[in-house]
């Protein structure tokens, strides 16, 4: 089955500053990569995802990349503020298997005002 | 706006109690996921369903039983709970076309 691992575990970073977190998968059949932000007590919320006929994608101050050969793909964050602060998780999953997802194991982001 | 609703945002259950929780969506999606999420295990997949009736096993399935009979709802039983099942359950939809997980708020269980 699929194994997605995602680095680092822990990012403290300045307001202002930008944020890298990155995923690794196996299975090269993946083809649909989302990132899910979850804020202290509450639920996961998807804040961006991406296919695999794309290598990149912006949405504001996110922006992911893909890329298909090594099997990776990151999140970045741009001119961090204290609200971008809590976990995200990265997934991977493919069309033929109706999209179950496997996720990693997240980061904890936390931006110092 | 999709909404995903669980049971119970807190729950305390003792050793060997057969424990209940459920999951209702209002999106019409076919499938549905139960996940426990642990600290530094992230989120882990204890069982699916993908239509009313239907369920596949996750990633950690031992322990756990579920039950979907109508395709809005999907039950998520512990048919006799043990303190190591101490955990932060959600509950997730989505359409098997697009890939995006909707997910409840979470029920926090603990086991004594």
């Known amino acids: 089955g699929e194994n997605v691992e995602q680095h680092p575990s822990t990012l403290s970073v300045q307001e202002g500053d930008s944020a890298v977190i990155k995923c690794t998968y196996s299975d090269s059949a993946s083809n649909y990569f989302p990132w899910y932000k979850q804020e202290l007590g509450k639920r996961p919320q998807l804040i961006i995802d991406?296919?695999?006929?794309?290598g990149e994608k912006k949405d504001q101050r996110i922006a992911v990349t893909l890329n298909k050969t090594a099997k990776h793909f990151s999140l970045h964050i741009t001119e961090t503020q204290p609200e971008d602060s809590a976990v995200y998780f990265c997934a991977a999953s493919r069309a033929g298997g109706s999209y179950i997802p496997t996720f990693g194991r997240g980061t904890s982001l936390i931006v110092h005002p | 706006d999709v909404k995903v609703t669980q049971s119970s945002r807190y729950l305390v259950k003792r050793t060997g109690e057969k424990v209940f929780l459920e999951c209702v969506q209002d999106?019409?999606?076919?499938?549905m996921f139960w996940y426990r999420q642990d600290p530094g295990l992230g989120l882990r997949l204890i069982y699916f369903s993908y239509d009313v009736k239907m369920k596949e096993k996750g990633d950690i399935p031992e322990g756990y039983s579920v039950s979907r009979e109508k395709k809005e709802r999907f039950s998520l039983i512990l048919e006799s709970a043990s303190t190591n099942q101490t955990s932060m359950y959600l509950c997730?939809?989505?359409?098997?076309?697009?890939?995006?997980?909707?997910f409840g708020p979470g029920t926090r269980l603990t086991v004594t």
């Open positions: 997730a939809s989505s359409l098997p076309t697009t890939g995006e997980q909707y």
């Open positions: 999106m019409d999606h076919e499938n």
């Open positions: 991406i296919r695999s006929n794309v």
